[in-house]
DNA sequence: GTCTATATGAGAATGAATATCACTTTCGAT
DNA sequence: ATCGAAAGTGATATTCATTCTCATATAGAC
């Protein structure tokens, strides 16, 4: 599960670089979201898994926390319409060069990693004119499980 | 600009061959979308803008349209975030495969065609079991225009 | 330690989207 | 054409994620 001190630490040191002010509501986020990596949790789940580590926190404070931590590049914010946003830990090692597969049959979100985008990205630049500084490819559709109990669920019932 | 008449009729059989019922009110939405092909208007946008068609229509009514026709691949929804979603008419022609470019500068939402993700689709489906029914790709950055305003505003000042 | 900009907690406020409900309309069957 | 059930509509209340407000507390530079 990677080294959850070693991130938080690598993430302190960030928010330092950044002039942003190392609290200790700020670390107990923070650790959430290094023993939460690939579980992309809500705002809600950060804020009551931070709970049992810094009781008396507030929400406003997570959902704070979450937005300086994104603005400087530590965390990644998935937004998903409706159902609310989503986030993650940027670890070292393989942090931001992944997309996702969100299942509408159970939610889950799983990851795969893929470059491909790179130079798509300079083709767009070159013809467009248009400066990309981020880009978010989703695919949206049935996880395996899903697919399994759908196969279940049909054929108990012919 | 398209025929809006063709595109507002083909909708309507879509409509019907999917048992939803044909009313005034869907009609003028599907006007305005048909009318706004690019644009990408907002809930609001096609509210304010149906309302001079039809007046009297109400904001849920144009949601509730908007999800309907959705529902059954009239229209696309482009999810925004805290800003909310825009809406369009998913023509006949190119209708489905285009992403987006959308500018964090001004919030102009241009498009770019491209096929590129049928053989990762594939790709995805044979490794991990995730069985794809939609995607999505964005690119965030700034367009020509306001990359040139900034440019100007620079220049101006040194 | 002092000081100032910044962060926090509690709860109010926001705003896009949805639900409710009484009433109206569509459209296939008669 | 007309009838009736199912579906759609307008006005408004409600939901729910997120942000704002403001009085108080604290981090971090000196
Ligand atoms: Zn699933
Ligand atoms: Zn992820
Ligand atoms: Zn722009
Ligand atoms: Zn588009």
């Known amino acids: 599960m990677g080294d959850v001190k070693r ?3 690598r993430a302190i040191n960030l928010m ?3 002039d942003l002010r190392v609290t200790p509501e700020r670390e107990a986020v923070l650790e959430v979201l290094a023993e939460n ?17 810094h009781p008396g926190i ?9 937005d300086a931590l994104e603005r400087v ?22 942090g931001h060069f992944h997309h996702h597969l969100i299942c509408i049959g159970c939610g889950r979100i799983t990851e795969f990693n893929q470059d ?10 070159d013809s467009t004119g248009f400066q990309i500084t981020d ?7 049935y996880c395996a499980k899903c697919r399994e109990a759908a ?8």
Chains 1, 2 share one sequence.
């Open 7 to 9: 991130e938080v630490a």
């Open 73 to 94: 590049g530590i965390v990644s914010k998935l937004e998903l319409g409706a159902s609310g946003s989503r986030y993650e830990l940027n670890t070292d090692v393989g």
């Open 37 to 53: 990596i690939g579980a992309h949790p809500s705002a809600e789940d950060i804020y009551l898994a931070t709970m049992e580590r």
């Open 151 to 158: 196969k279940g669920g049909e054929t108990s019932r012919s």
């Open 135 to 141: 880009h978010s490819l989703r695919f949206y559709g």
């Open 16 to 18: 330092s670089d950044n």
């Open 116 to 125: 491909l985008l790179e130079h798509l990205e300079k083709e767009i630049e």
């Open 58 to 66: 507030g929400l406003a404070t997570v959902y704070r926390t979450l």
